[in-house]
Nanobody, 117 residues
Framework: QVQLVESGGGLVQAGGSLRLSCAAS????????MAWYRQAPGMQREFVAG???????KYADSVAGRFTVSRDSAKNTLYLQMNSLKPEDTAVYYC???????????WGQGTQVTVSS
């Protein structure tokens, strides 16, 4: 099992920045996808950014150039640096780890990000 705990959310004005953290514990061997998703009220959960096999980094078009995903392997932590935040970035942000070879997916509990105009 893998446990994921997000932190760093909060209320920020448009144009501001936040850094989210996702701390992982448990058996994280063979985890090959680490990603951030978000879900706004009344909307489906959507992909934000992710790291595949420790190398390939992908971003949703809506956040490319503003958000940066990174990982600290020594701390078993995934980060999401969010700059130039917009009101439409308001959502609950979740991290997701995947062990693709076994079809295992793990989700954190989410952290609320609210961007005021």
């Amino acid at each position: 099992q893998v446990q994921l705990v997000e932190s760093g959310g909060g209320l920020v004005q448009a144009g501001g920045s936040l850094r989210l953290s996702c701390a992982a514990s448990g058996n994280i061997n063979s985890i090959n996808v680490m990603a951030w998703y978000r879900q706004a009220p009344g909307m489906q959960r959507e992909f934000v950014a992710g790291v595949v096999s420790g190398k390939s980094i992908k971003y949703a078009d809506s956040v490319a150039g503003r958000f940066t995903v990174s990982r600290d392997s020594a701390k078993n932590t995934l980060y999401l640096q969010m700059n130039s935040l917009k009101p439409e970035d308001t959502a609950v942000y979740y991290c997701k780890f995947v062990r693709a070879s076994w079809g295992h997916e793990y989700w954190g509990q989410g952290t609320q990000v609210t961007v005021s105009s």
